[in-house]
């Protein structure tokens, strides 16, 4: 199994705080994603970073913003949490834009 | 922008009998295609991909796959069923410039009955 550990691993928050998920690679690869999973969406990409301090907007990337101040660390903080927000949270690593990516376990985040 | 579309939310096939997940693409080159599996409360599992030549490619667990670029698809076949293939899967597109990450269909959901 790819090197990639997301944590938390499940999440309980209430509207309106603050929450980082922390992702964690020791693949040395040079990209990193951070998608959510929703019922009928399959996966849909937030932000991803292509090296450190290089990142980009995804397709959903409203309330959401990102961290990488090291290879192996990818942050994702909600500002002000929503329950729109509610979903399972999926990290991925590819050593090159576009080929095989390797999942984290993922972070179920609960927004109540 | 490339877009992936899984027609089918949810398929049921006996254990043994063969089996066919469709998927179809939209974007304007030839672009890369991958099909994924997620077991239940687990992250996803890479089966096959396809970056060009041969367009039936050969994956993990006895799946293959098909590119035809006249039908804009890339379907996902098994010939035999086994109980353990009940799980999600996901197809997937990536466009070949940019720095852009995998646009993935909303999956189908394999049951396989006994």
């Known amino acids: 199994d790819a090197g990639i550990t997301q944590s938390p691993r499940h999440k309980v928050t209430e509207t309106g705080t603050p929450v980082t998920l922390r992702c964690h690679q020791t693949?040395?690869?040079?990209?990193m994603y951070w998608y959510r999973q929703d019922p009928g969406h399959g996966l849909r990409l937030i932000h991803y970073?292509?090296?450190?301090?290089?990142?980009d907007k995804g397709e959903v990337s409203d309330g959401y913003s990102v961290s990488r101040s090291k290879t192996e660390d990818f942050l994702l903080t909600l500002e002000s949490a929503t329950s729109s927000q509610t979903s399972v949270y999926f990290c991925?690593?590819?050593?090159?834009?576009?080929?095989?990516?390797?999942f984290g376990q993922g972070t179920r985040l609960t927004v109540v | 922008a490339q877009s992936v579309t899984q027609p089918d939310i949810h398929i049921t096939v006996s254990e043994g009998a063969s089996l066919e997940l469709r998927c179809n693409y939209s974007?304007?080159?030839?672009?890369?295609l991958f099909w994924y599996v997620q077991s239940p409360g687990q992250g996803l599992q890479l089966l096959l991909k396809?970056?060009?030549?041969?367009?039936l490619v050969q994956g993990i667990k006895g799946f293959e796959a098909e590119f035809k670029r006249s039908q804009s698809s890339f379907n996902l076949r098994k010939p035999s069923v086994h109980w353990s293939d009940a799980a999600e899967y996901f197809c997937?597109?990536?466009?070949?410039?940019?720095?852009?990450?995998?646009?993935f269909g909303s999956g189908t959901r394999l049951q396989v009955q006994p």
């Open positions: 991925a690593i590819t050593d090159r834009e576009n080929t095989e990516a390797f």
């Open positions: 693949e040395n690869h040079r990209y």
């Open positions: 970073s292509y090296g450190v301090k290089d990142t």
């Open positions: 974007y304007g080159a030839t672009p890369y």
């Open positions: 396809y970056f060009s030549g041969d367009t």
């Open positions: 997937a597109v990536g466009a070949g410039t940019g720095r852009r990450a995998l646009t």
